[in-house]
């Protein structure tokens, strides 16, 4: 089978969901290879493996880490000519899109970014307009680059060799221009990751103000899940905007998916329309997110969101 070149997003070894999606993606079209970036493989190498890693390329430098974007981009063009891989899938994230539009220009390949999913044959699936409208794009030139959506894919595990080898690569004066002087350890709550999250309970502009969020986080807290909001909540600055689901923020797809105060614009709907199960409660009945609700519930937040807590808590205790 072709070599799959799949880069791995992780926290100091900590592999990231999304890294695990990538290798059961590959496993699809390819035999997955995982590009590691950074310290601690010793923690990662057992969960790569696991999810399909047939080969572990580590580079853990620090001039890779030390520099912005451009130092990994050099790292996978030198892989690509070393390895000819069949393709090269990277996360969907801000950094992971620079990452591979600077790959496409280094190996003279096309790049397709925001993939929902990958063919046998290397076609890539496309959510656009707000997800109302799907596209199959195919690279045609050079090794195709494609980043992926995360929570398009399922993890999966199909244990594999998980053979390491060590790279190293000679980084241009360009790549190494850009230096990180200092970094900032965001504090982390004590909920989960929002794209990451089996549950997500997520407010909109029904909520009504920031002090509205109140009642959206006891729920999340009795169900141990993340909070979302919708763009309107984010806009208006009731909630932080990096707690936005929808096309323009995060995309998720939990177990679970709790919408309260949320129309159900088109927008928000591309960010978390794959939820397995979707929960709505709102008071206007002709509200378009009850067009996916798997239950509904027609009233005002404020008086049912409480009282589901309050049951949860109860069922819990």
């Given at each position: ?189 004590a909920r989960p990751e929002l794209t990451e999250a ?115 808590s109860k069922r819990k205790g």
């Open positions: 089978m072709a070599e799959i070149l799949v880069l791995v997003e992780h926290v100091d070894g900590s592999v990231k969901k999304t890294a695990l999606e990538l290798l059961t993606l590959a496993r699809s079209v390819g035999q997955p290879s995982a590009v590691f970036v950074g310290d601690g493989i010793d923690n990662a190498a057992a969960t790569l493996a696991e999810y399909g890693a047939e080969n572990i390329y580590v580079a853990d430098a620090a001039e890779l880490t030390g520099h912005v974007v451009a130092p990994k981009a050099e790292l996978l063009a030198q892989l690509v000519a070393e390895k000819s891989p069949a393709a090269v899938l990277i996360t969907s994230t801000a950094e992971g899109k620079e990452i591979a539009g600077r790959l496409a220009i280094k190996i003279n390949s096309g790049v397709i970014t925001d993939a929902v999913g990958i063919s046998e044959d290397l076609v890539a699936t496309q959510s656009i307009f707000g997800g109302s409208t799907i596209v199959h794009s195919k690279v045609t030139t050079g090794t195709p680059i494609i980043t992926v959506r995360p929570n398009s894919a399922a993890p999966e595990a199909a244990p594999a060799a998980g053979n390491r080898a060590d790279v190293t690569v000679a980084l241009s004066e360009k790549a190494t221009s850009a230096k990180i002087v200092d970094r900032v350890e965001q504090e982390k709550g089996a549950v997500v309970v997520s407010g909109g502009r029904g909520v009504g103000g920031a002090e509205g969020f109140e009642v959206i986080e006891k729920l999340a807290d009795s169900l141990d899940a993340a909070v979302g909001a919708s763009r309107a909540a984010t806009d208006a600055g009731w909630y932080p905007h990096q707690y936005q689901v929808g096309q323009t923020g995060k995309t998720v797809s939990p177990q679970l998916y709790i919408a309260s105060g949320i129309s159900g614009a088109i927008q928000h709907r591309a960010g978390m329309q794959t939820s397995k199960t979707i929960v709505v409660v709102n008071k206007d009945p002709e509200a378009p997110i009850f067009e996916l609700a798997d239950y509904g519930v027609v009233g005002d937040l404020f008086a049912v969101v409480p009282q589901l807590s309050e049951e949860i």
